[in-house]
């Protein structure tokens, strides 16, 4: 693969391990959006692109080490978590001991620049477990800046109908994360480092 162009054909997107249609459809999109230094302005994504899985976006920005600030939070993302994002500290769903290393984990997609594939189980209040496949790749402020992020979320398995709608997330773990090479290849990380529950 050429450097920067990781979506050549179709093919690719299983050797990166995304599952979801919906994830492989934002990946190709991402891909195909002009860029500038590897990382393409937010004013270049267009949510009427890709109305049908509209509901799993959400946007962040990464503006202090202690702040992830959510932006937007799409209507699956609200029922991911069980309460409204937007406008929220992203952080703020970890423990105080913990968020300095997930800001690490995540901020790594800007700074590199790379995309970050997580698969990861969550476990709502209730006791109902869903696995989700979360898809993010960088992009640019309205000043030219890589400070934002946007990820996609889609459900691995169905969600039980027994389970509340107001169902919050109680904890998560990875069943597996990896850094997607978009040109400038991938971040170093010591997995020994990795919180026991992590969520993206």
């Excluded at 692109?49 to 992830?68: K, R, T």
């Excluded at 406008?87 to 620049?113: M, T, W």
């Amino acid at each position: 693969m050429e450097a920067g162009n990781f979506m050549q054909s179709s093919s690719t997107l299983p050797e990166l391990g995304i599952c979801s249609p919906a994830a492989q459809a934002y990946a190709a999109y991402w891909n195909a959006l002009p860029k500038v230094g590897l990382i393409p302005p937010r004013s270049s994504f267009d949510p009427a692109d890709l109305p049908s899985i509209l509901p799993g976006f959400a946007v962040h920005e990464f503006v202090s080490p202690d702040n992830i600030l959510v932006r937007l939070s799409g209507s699956a993302v609200v029922e991911r978590f069980g309460y409204e994002m937007t406008g929220k500290n992203y952080l703020s769903n970890f423990e105080s001991s913990r968020q300095h290393k997930v800001y690490d984990a995540l901020s790594r997609i800007i700074d590199c620049p790379c995309g970050l594939l997580v698969h990861v189980r969550m476990f709502r209040e209730s006791g109902v477990t869903i696995d989700y496949e979360v898809l993010g790749f960088p992009f640019r402020s309205e000043h030219g800046i890589a400070n934002l992020a946007i990820y996609h979320t889609e459900t691995l398995n169905s969600r039980p109908k027994l389970a509340p709608p107001d169902d919050r997330r109680k904890d998560s773990l990875p069943l597996r994360r990896m850094y997607i090479d978009i040109g400038a290849g991938i971040p170093n990380w010591d997995y020994s480092r990795e919180p026991e529950r992590f969520a993206s």
